[in-house]
């Protein structure tokens, strides 16, 4: 089965920074990649899927890019409402693995 | 707009079936894939398999031997049952509509293996 990794697992950056997050897969998955916001005791929120398509009603600040094996997701200017763990998940094929999550917090 | 709700015993014995339930309101079952999701407190996600509306299915490998999921279309709803469970098994558990690219989730259902 492809694994997924994702780095860092954790970043605390201030108000305002651009942040970037890798998520990574152990063999080519196109661009069969989703990218999911679950905050503090919340339910899990598509963000972007098919690598870079925003999901209807999400900020634009939010981005992804990549494709193959290579993927980021990119807030261009952290807010506070962000603090949240972000997921990677696969779905060329099953199983639809998620990353272990980057946990973004404010400095 | 879909909701999802999931119903079921929060405490589940070890070496017994855990199972639940996902009612869908405001949309019908038909020509969707639905999917349960669970994360262990304080764990990461991880997807345990999806049903069709048909009745097809697809399960992690790494739990399909105890995985079961069926669908009830006259209910609107799709069901999941874990066999032979352990500690391990311990977690929040989520029904969800989509398959790798979720839209619309339950609230989740804590469910706690213990004697």
């Known amino acids: 089965d492809i694994q997924m990794t994702q780095s860092p697992s954790s970043l605390s950056a201030s108000v305002g920074d651009r942040v970037t997050i890798t998520c990574r897969a152990s063999?080519?998955?196109?661009?069969?990649l989703a990218w999911y916001q679950q905050k503090p005791g919340k339910v899990p929120k598509l963000l972007i899927y098919?690598?870079?398509t925003l999901q209807s009603g999400v900020p634009s600040r939010f981005s992804g890019s990549g494709s193959g094996t290579d993927f980021t997701l990119t807030i261009s200017s952290l807010q506070p409402e962000d603090v949240a763990t972000y997921y990677c998940?696969?779905?060329?094929?099953?199983?639809?693995?998620f990353g272990p999550g980057t946990k973004v917090d404010i400095k | 707009q879909v909701q999802l709700q999931e119903s079921g015993p929060g405490l589940v014995k070890p070496s017994e079936t855990l199972s639940l339930t996902c009612t869908v309101s405001?949309?019908?079952?038909?020509?969707?894939?639905w999917s349960w999701i669970r994360q262990p407190p304080g764990k990461g996600l991880e997807w345990i398999g999806y049903?069709?509306?048909?009745?097809?299915?697809n399960y992690n490998p790494s739990l399909k031997s105890r995985v079961t999921i069926s669908v009830d279309t006259s209910k609107n709803q799709f069901s999941l049952k874990l066999s032979s469970v352990t500690a391990a098994d311990t977690a929040v558990y989520y029904c969800?509509?989509?398959?790798?690219?979720?839209?619309?989730w339950g609230q989740g259902t804590l469910v706690t293996v213990s004697s």
């Open positions: 969800a509509r989509g398959t790798g690219v979720v839209e619309s």
């Open positions: 405001g949309g019908s079952i038909s020509s969707y894939y």
């Open positions: 049903i069709y509306y048909s009745g097809s299915t």
């Open positions: 063999q080519g998955i196109s661009n069969y």
């Open positions: 098919a690598a870079s």
């Open positions: 998940q696969k779905y060329n094929s099953a199983p639809f693995t």
